[in-house]
């Protein structure tokens, strides 16, 4: 949708800039685009973006910290895993067997 969005507008501006007509096509394109932007239409849904963005932004820096909180505690689980040596199958016996948990201590 944003490439979309990007390509039109590109595409317009490069028209108007390379348009022969120049500045008086440009003003009639300006005021296009205004009485498109200033139509009762667009507006309101402006003005319903913009109440849902200012019903939603109270929640948004709650939503991020603790979505930021998350992945910093599973990289540092992460981190400590990679860093955590691997006991041997005889280490781990060894530990076993000092601790009286093992097979041997039946």
């Not at 009485?35 to 948004?60: M, N």
């Not at 991020?64 to 689980?77: D, G, L, P, Q, S």
Request: charged share 25%; net charge positive.
């Amino acid at each position: 949708m944003r490439g979309k969005i990007l390509f039109i507008t590109g595409a317009a501006v490069g028209y108007v800039l390379g348009a022969r007509a120049g500045r008086q096509r440009y003003e009639q394109l300006k005021a296009a685009a205004a009485k498109v932007w200033e139509s009762p239409g667009v507006q309101k849904q402006v003005h319903s973006v913009e109440d849902f963005v200012a019903d939603k932004v109270g929640e948004f820096p709650e939503t991020v910290y603790v979505t930021i909180k998350k992945f910093v505690v599973r990289a540092n689980e992460r981190r400590r895993e990679a860093r955590a040596p691997y006991p041997s199958p005889a280490a781990e016996a060894a530990i076993r067997a000092a601790d009286g948990s093992g097979p041997s201590a039946s």
